[in-house]
């Protein structure tokens, strides 16, 4: 007797989705580094910051990009260098994290994220920051754990807006 063997269900759309390809940004991608980000500009997530200065620090960014060479997401990676008076090491603050809204979901963030922990591994960084004004579940997913400005590299906490109310996360590398 001959049976059939049970076809397994259909996977979901964003399983099916390609890994998205992470590359680093380059100064031409400047201008659509800024179109990424306006959305979250708009929302209050992300700081307004003008082409020339994504020009200026493309390097910091890792991004990934369709078919059509539109830009999916980015996220920077800002290296601070070790202060041995307040007993501290090198570390990464991690910033201007965004993803289009129509690829959230699909692991465009993910890729980034493990993108951005192998590069701050392969600087021997300590430990990587990063302030987010909304829950920071990606990040939690990724052993980041709520900290305080006071651990974080003195410049970048310095910066931070107090009225933009956003949570400090840390991950030690």
């Given at each position: 007797?001959?049976?059939?063997?049970?076809?397994?269900?259909?996977?979901?759309?964003?399983?099916?989705?390609?890994?998205?390809?992470?590359?680093?940004?380059?100064?031409?991608?400047?201008?659509?580094?800024?179109?990424?980000?306006?959305?979250?500009?708009?929302?209050?997530?992300?700081?307004?910051?003008?082409?020339?200065?994504?020009?200026?620090?493309?390097?910091?960014?890792?991004?990934?990009?369709?078919?059509?060479?539109?830009?999916?997401?980015?996220?920077?990676?800002?290296?601070?260098?070790?202060?041995?008076?307040?007993?501290?090491?090198?570390?990464?603050?991690?910033?201007?994290?965004?993803?289009?809204?129509?690829?959230?979901?699909?692991?465009?963030?993910?890729?980034?994220?493990?993108?951005?922990?192998?590069?701050?591994?392969?600087?021997?960084?300590?430990?990587?920051?990063?302030?987010t004004t909304g829950?920071?579940?990606?990040?939690?997913?990724?052993?980041?754990?709520?900290?305080?400005?006071?651990?974080?590299?003195?410049?970048?906490?310095e910066s931070l807006?107090?009225?933009?109310?956003?949570?400090?996360?840390a991950r030690i590398?």
């Amino acid at each position: 007797m001959i049976t059939a063997t049970p076809r397994p269900a259909p996977l979901p759309h964003a399983l099916l989705a390609p890994t998205p390809c992470v590359r680093t940004a380059r100064r031409e991608d400047a201008a659509a580094l800024a179109e990424l980000s306006r959305p979250f500009v708009r929302s209050g997530a992300l700081r307004e910051r003008p082409a020339s200065l994504y020009a200026t620090h493309a390097a910091d960014f890792l991004v990934t990009q369709a078919p059509d060479g539109t830009l999916e997401g980015c996220v920077g990676l800002r290296l601070h260098s070790a202060d041995l008076e307040e007993g501290r090491g090198p570390a990464g603050v991690v910033y201007n994290f965004c993803v289009a809204g129509h690829r959230q979901g699909s692991g465009v963030g993910a890729s980034l994220l493990r993108g951005v922990l192998a590069r701050a591994r392969a600087r021997s960084l300590g430990a990587l920051f990063t302030a987010t004004t909304g829950g920071g579940g990606l990040f939690l997913r990724y052993g980041f754990a709520p900290t305080t400005a006071h651990l974080a590299p003195e410049s970048w906490a310095e910066s931070l807006d107090p009225r933009r109310n956003a949570r400090i996360l840390a991950r030690i590398l």
